[in-house]
């Protein structure tokens, strides 16, 4: 499975497990991630099941109040820190 996969697989599951809604199927890179309500503790749960599925959580992430704003920008921030 590729990083973008894995992200989009992860987020159908922290979707489906918190919120009344399933991860619509048009989603792209430009999808903005707060259009599925990920509040601090549901994007705990994102964040730790992708480190449970990668093995990592990229260092930009870890060390400062980064929220990425699209599908397509936590997707770099996760392919960024695999080039490091």
């Known amino acids: 499975m590729t990083i973008r996969e894995t992200v989009l697989h992860y ?12 991860l619509p199927d048009d989603v792209t890179d430009a999808t903005k991630l707060d259009a599925f309500w990920l509040d601090s503790v549901v994007y705990t749960a994102f964040i730790s099941r ?10 930009s992430i870890l060390e400062g ?20």
Do not use: W
């Not at 987020?11 to 919120?19: K, Q, S």
């Not at 992708?50 to 260092?59: C, K, N, R, T």
């Open 65 to 84: 109040p980064l929220f990425p704003e699209t599908i397509g920008d936590l997707v770099g921030i996760y392919e960024g820190a695999v080039k490091e």
């Open 11 to 22: 987020l159908a599951e922290v979707v489906t497990d918190y919120a009344s809604f399933r």
């Open 50 to 59: 992708l480190e449970e599925a990668l093995g990592y959580i990229p260092p």
